[in-house]
């Protein structure tokens, strides 16, 4: 168990619609990852959060948004939802502010997951 | 544009035996990260590299980073049954402020 957690494990639901992720993270962590996971596309860097602020945009689609909250935890929204975006969506914590600290503090601590289908 | 190529995709080896695992990539990069996926499951993270001959080991893993030859291996000791997995390694580039994943090894260790 990394101490990361994920709601919901999984997820259906249909084209056009919207669903919020959710991602705890490890007491203590303040920088919060998300990933895809697609047999298509592989794996994917979507966004990254540090303590409340966005650090880095990585493959986020502009109908995809995120937001880190005062309590750290992480929300990952996805709207107008296409067949396409069926996929697992992990969201990872580590403890530190990412590209600047000892290398330690950059392990990330990744949480179970969850998977969403899109009919 | 920053590519990631991993070699092989598919490796089944023996247990008891060595192997090494490639990861390649196009652009210089700030850091370099290797992950671990058991099927079904979640991603582990393994090691962090950042300066050219980094090496670093756990257990029956040693990772190497030529930043040079923008090479990084993942060595495999005497392999066992529960090193059986997908190995993915991955690039940052600060200066995208980008992630690129390899396209992962998936390792399957025969007894």
């Known amino acids: 168990d990394s101490g990361v957690t994920q709601t919901p494990k999984h997820l259906i639901t249909a084209t056009g619609q919207r669903v919020t992720l959710r991602c705890s993270p490890r007491?203590?962590?303040?920088?919060v990852y998300w990933y895809q996971q697609s047999l298509d596309q592989g794996l994917q860097f979507l966004i990254q959060?540090?303590?409340?602020?966005?650090?880095a945009k990585g493959n986020i689609l502009e109908r995809f948004s995120a937001q880190q909250f005062p309590d750290l935890h992480s929300e990952l929204n996805l709207s107008s939802l296409e067949l396409g975006d069926s996929a697992l969506y992990f969201c990872?914590?580590?403890?530190?502010?990412?590209?600047?600290?000892?290398?330690?503090?950059?392990?990330?601590?990744f949480g179970p997951g969850t998977r969403l289908l899109v009919l | 544009e920053l590519k990631v190529e991993q070699n092989p995709l598919f490796l089944s080896m023996q247990e008891g035996k060595n192997y090494t695992i490639y990861c390649n990539y196009s652009?210089?990069?700030?850091?370099l990260y290797w992950y671990r996926q058991d099927p079904g499951k979640s991603l582990e993270s393994l090691f962090v590299?950042?300066?050219?001959?980094a090496v670093k080991q756990e257990g029956r893993l040693m990772a190497s980073l030529d930043t040079k030859a923008r090479l990084s291996t993942l060595h495999i000791t005497a392999a066992v049954h529960d090193l059986s997995a997908t190995y993915f390694c991955a690039v940052l580039k600060t200066s995208y402020d980008k992630v690129i994943f390899g396209p992962g090894t998936s390792l399957s260790v025969i007894p």
């Open positions: 990872a914590s580590s403890v530190g502010k990412p590209y600047l600290t000892q290398l330690k503090q950059e392990t990330q601590y």
């Open positions: 652009t210089t990069s700030d850091r």
């Open positions: 959060y540090y303590n409340g602020e966005e650090r």
């Open positions: 007491s203590g962590d303040l920088s």
């Open positions: 590299l950042l300066s050219n001959g």
